[in-house]
């Protein structure tokens, strides 16, 4: 995979993490709602998981380019 294309990909996925973490708040603001609790959760988590993931790639394609 092309260094580009992994900066492009983890860009997406911290992006992706950031529509997870509004998804969590949310919930989190809707109080009356059921299950605010787990959205809130599952949200957080998603957001942390995936932004994680983005920086570990945008990492990578650093350390490739410099090769």
């Known amino acids: 995979m092309k260094s580009d294309d992994q900066k492009?990909?983890?860009v997406i996925l911290i992006y992706l993490g950031l529509l997870f973490?509004?998804?969590g708040?949310?919930?989190r603001v809707k109080m009356?709602?059921?299950h605010a609790k787990e959205i809130f959760t599952l949200g957080m988590s998603a957001a942390?998981?995936?932004a994680s993931l983005?920086?570990?790639v945008f990492l990578f394609s650093l350390r490739k380019r410099q090769d």
């Open 8 to 10: 492009g990909l983890s």
């Open 54 to 56: 983005g920086v570990i």
């Open 32 to 34: 009356d709602f059921h």
């Open 48 to 50: 942390a998981i995936s």
């Open 25 to 27: 708040m949310a919930g």
């Open 21 to 23: 973490f509004l998804i």
